[in-house]
Structure formats: C-alpha cells, structure tokens
C-alpha cells in the first residue's frame, strides 16, 4: 500500500501561529518582560484548571523541583525517595538541596513509582517523595499519598509531562503537597522554557512565592517566569483540552492497529484513570537488542520516537569518577543514614531495568496528525520488527 503523505510531514511541535505571534508582540511593546499582570493571569488560569488553591510560575520545572525541596526546608541528611524513570531534574533536585536521593523502584502498568516499594524505601530520614507521571500516564499517586500520609510525608508530584490528566476526575498535580509542571518547548503547554508549581497550602506558597524571586529572609532565588512564557501559557492551557483529545485519539488509533499483535502493545492508563499521552508508550515484546534496531530504523524514517527513560540510578550524577568537590550527600558526615558506601548503579531495581532498557519506546504523536500518518507508521513498525524463526 502506497501513502499520499511523507514521513516528514510528521506534525512539529510547537505549532504556534497569529495568536502566538500577537500576544508575544504585545509583550515586547508594553517593555514589560519579567514576571507581571501576564504572569499573574496565567497564575490564575492555571489554578482554576486544575483546581488548586494557588499556583506559581516560575522559570521551568527544575526549579520548581528545587524550590519544592527548598521550601520543604529540605536539606544535608534528609532522605528523597526519588523513581529511576524519569528526566534527571526529578532525582538532581535532590542533590541540589545537598540531601540523599534514595530511588524505589517503579510498577509496570504506569511506569511510575512503585506504593509498596516506596513504602520499603521510607526511613526516620525521608523527608519527601517525588513521583513523576511519566509520558502523561499517571503514577499510582493515591497509593503513593497514602503511604506517605501514614508517615506525614510530604509528596511532591513532578507532573512535567502530564497537564490535564486526572485519576477519578482529580487532576494530577493536585494529589500531593505540591505539583511542579514543565512548560519547557517540548511540553504539552509550550512556553519555551517556563513552569508552574501548584498547592493548596498557603503558608507553603508564600514561601515559594519568596524564594523564586528575592525574598530577603533567607537565601533565594531568581527563579521568575517571564511574560513572554506567562502569555504564551495563557494561550496553550486554553489549547490544551483539544490537544489532549488528538493525542488520545491517536493513541487509540493506534492500540486498535496493533490489537492482538504479538509483539507490540500500545500502553493505556487504568480505567479510572484519565492519561494525556504526551507521548504514547509503545510496549514490545521482543529482545532489548532488536528493539534498539527498530527505534534506530524508524529514527531513520524520521520518526519522533526514543527509548523511554534509562534507570536513572546509573547517570554520573550519582555515579561521578571523580566526586564533586561538596563531595556526594550520602558520604558527608552529617548523614548517617543507610545509603552510605552504596554504589548507585548497582541498586537492586528489577522493574526498572526491565522497563526502561529498551522494552517501552515513546513515540511523540502531535495534533494534527493523520490516519494515514499513523496506518504507515504501523507498516514502518511492522515491517522493521524481527521476523518470527
Ligand atoms: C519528568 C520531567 N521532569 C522535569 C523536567 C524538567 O523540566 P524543565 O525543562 O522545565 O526544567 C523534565 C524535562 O524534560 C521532565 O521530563
């Protein structure tokens, strides 16, 4: 079967267009750049979206991360129970703060943190969790608050990839004491760089509220969002709930072409569940070997499509030839917890390295896109698997 469209014709993201254009031109005439009336509206969109309390825009998510810990008085010898799938500022927040990254492992459905191995992680020195929404697929966030209620921890939710998706019609963001979310270009609300951390506790965003911008009772931050990402913000959360739904339906378009094939399975979140699909989970049966031929084939085809997170635990960051010259958190003497002399790449973490080796690829499906695009993007996929002996 021949395809009218090219591969190449693939939708880009982002897609701005006048409206983008307008609102950023309007910024550059007011001269008024760094966080003001602009920022303050999206602040205020972005809460009533999701349905919290307050909201902060700052620069983008790893700072939100940061502050997060910052605010939580994170600090030498406390313990983070951080997840190996996951971009490095989720688990390098931690070190910034100079405390213990502790990673659990994760669950095959979600990808996400695993409750009850977060449960066995938790020591007198915990003093945070962050689960992350990996691809817009929730976490099993209410399990994970509930462990972590049972021992008055507090969650912090890195849901960079996930605006808009919910767990029995609460938003994700809003389970844990705070919600940071990426608006960085790649992101689902694109700002080019920007992000938004979300409570209900106001004490907590008073505190945020200084640290992101010189407050001068203790040491701060300038961690503003700029106009330009608070107008561009307004803009992609009034896109978002259309968005959302051609992400979806894509991914649905999808699970229906590979129903019943062997090898490859399109990932969904639980029923009660409601995933955004930032990127769609494309789960294969098939070698670690050949599935890194396939993603280099269709890489090559021109495809928008990676290797889901390897395990974090083995980045240099926590595995570093020469340690950094504060020296690794876990060695200092202030912290006299259990993670002392450990070696973080060797970390018993089976779920991870069995998920995030090669097995799951995600795959960027932007609006727009077509059923054709997709009909020969399930050919390109088929015929690139390795053939059964
Ligand atoms: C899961 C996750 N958390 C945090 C971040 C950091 O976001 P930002 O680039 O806005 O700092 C990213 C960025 O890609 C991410 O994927």
């Not at 999701?50 to 790893?62: D, L, M, P």
């Not at 950094?324 to 779920?351: C, F, I």
């Not at 960027?364 to 088929?382: A, C, K, R």
Request: hydrophobic fraction near 40%; aromatic fraction near 8%; charge should be negative.
């Amino acid at each position: 079967m021949t395809h009218p469209v090219s591969r190449s014709d693939w939708p880009s993201w982002p897609q701005f267009g006048d409206e983008e254009a307008a609102a950023v031109g309007k910024v550059i005439r007011s001269q008024q750049l760094f966080a003001a009336a602009e920022v303050k509206q999206f602040e205020q969109d972005f809460a009533q979206f999701v349905g919290s309390k307050r909201a902060i825009g700052i620069g983008n998510a790893t700072q939100g991360l940061h502050l997060a810990l910052a605010a939580l008085g994170i600090g030498e010898g406390d313990e983070v129970i951080v997840t190996p799938c996951s971009w490095i500022s989720s688990s390098s927040c931690v070190l910034m703060q100079n405390a213990v990254p502790v990673f659990a492992d994760i669950e095959p459905d979600s990808l996400g943190l695993d409750p009850s191995s977060v449960e066995q992680a938790i020591t007198p020195f915990t003093k945070a969790i962050i689960p992350v929404h990996i691809l817009g697929y929730p976490a099993r966030i209410e399990e994970i608050c509930e462990v972590a209620a049972a021992h008055n921890i507090p969650v912090v939710e890195d849901a960079s990839h996930a605006p808009g998706a919910s767990v029995r019609g609460k938003m994700i963001g809003t389970f844990g004491t705070m919600g940071v979310f990426s608006l960085q270009q790649r992101k689902t609300i694109s700002t080019g760089d920007g992000g938004v951390i979300c409570t209900d506790d106001d004490s907590l965003a008073d505190k945020l509220w200084k640290l992101r911008s010189f407050g001068d009772d203790e040491l701060s931050y300038n961690y503003r969002m700029t106009e330009f990402a608070g107008v561009l913000g307004q803009i992609g959360l009034r896109k978002l709930g259309p968005h959302n739904k051609e992400r979806a339906w894509a991914a649905h378009f999808l699970s229906n072409a590979f129903k019943n094939h062997p090898m490859v399975k399109i990932r969904h979140p639980r029923e009660h569940e409601v995933g955004v699909y930032y990127a769609v989970g494309i789960e294969l049966a098939i070698s670690d070997v050949a599935s890194a031929e396939l993603l280099a084939q269709l890489e090559q085809l021109g495809y928008p499509i990676r290797r889901v997170f390897p395990p974090l635990n083995r980045h240099p960051h926590f595995n570093p030839e020469t340690p950094p010259a504060r020296g690794l958190p876990w060695e200092h003497p202030s912290y006299t917890g259990s993670m002392r002399g450990v070696q973080y790449n060797k970390l018993d973490l089976p779920v991870a390295y069995e998920y995030c080796c090669g097995r799951v690829l995600e795959l960027y499906t932007h609006p727009g896109i077509t059923s054709t695009q997709l009909d020969q993007f399930t050919e390109d996929l088929v015929s690139n698997l390795p053939k059964a002996s």
